[in-house]
C-alpha cells in the first residue's frame, strides 16, 4: 500500500492508495510528503512560510527562512533536513537546506540555479542537483560540492516541454 499527498482548493489530503477515505491534514497547500509519509511540507501560497504537518498527532511548526522568498520545497534523502528553492529580494534563485528543527538555513550547489515547479531536483544520494542557469535554461545536472565536485553534466536530447521531474533510484 502507499499515500498520495493531495491539494484541493484550500485544503490538502492525504489518501492511500486502495481507496480508502482522504485524511484532511489542514487549510495549505501541500509542497512535499516524506518517505515515511508521516510529515508533509506546506504552505499558504507561494511565498509564503513553510510549515511542518504532522500526520497524525503532532504540533504543526514553521521553518522560518528569514531574507529568503522562496516557493518550494522537498524532503533531503537524509530525512534530517529540507531542501528549499529561493532567493534573498531582488537576488539571484539558489538552494538551500534547512534541518528539520528549523536551524541551520544554508545555501548548497550553484549560484543562480533555477529548477521547474513540482520537481525534486535533489538526486536520491545528495551529491546532485538538476536544474538550469538563467537565463539560458539549459538543463543540467550538478555537483552538490560546486566546482570542487566537478563540471555539471548537460542532460542532452530534451525537447522544449520536457521536464526532468527527479531521479530515479539506482
Request: with cysteine.
Amino acid at each position: 500500500s502507499g499515500d498520495v499527498l493531495l491539494n484541493d482548493g484550500p485544503g490538502m489530503y492525504l489518501r492511500k492508495v486502495d481507496g480508502s477515505p482522504a485524511l484532511h491534514l489542514g487549510d495549505l497547500i501541500g509542497r512535499a510528503l516524506s518517505a515515511d509519509a508521516r510529515l508533509v511540507i506546506a504552505s499558504k501560497g507561494f511565498g509564503e512560510t513553510f510549515q511542518l504537518v504532522p500526520v497524525g498527532a503532532g504540533t504543526q511548526r514553521a521553518l522560518p527562512t528569514p531574507g529568503i522568498e522562496s516557493f518550494f520545497a522537498w524532503f533531503h534523502p537524509d530525512g534530517k533536513r529540507i531542501g528549499i528553492n529561493g532567493r534573498t529580494k531582488g537576488g539571484s534563485w539558489r538552494h538551500y537546506l534547512i534541518n528539520m528543527d528549523g536551524s541551520e538555513l544554508t545555501p548548497f550547489g550553484p549560484d543562480n540555479l533555477e529548477h521547474y515547479a513540482g520537481q525534486v531536483p535533489l538526486s536520491n544520494d545528495g551529491r546532485w542537483l538538476c536544474g538550469y542557469p538563467l537565463p539560458e535554461r539549459v538543463v543540467g545536472v550538478y555537483p552538490v560540492a560546486g566546482k570542487d565536485g566537478g563540471d555539471p553534466i548537460i542532460v542532452k536530447g530534451l525537447e522544449p516541454l520536457e521536464v526532468v521531474i527527479r531521479f530515479a533510484e539506482g
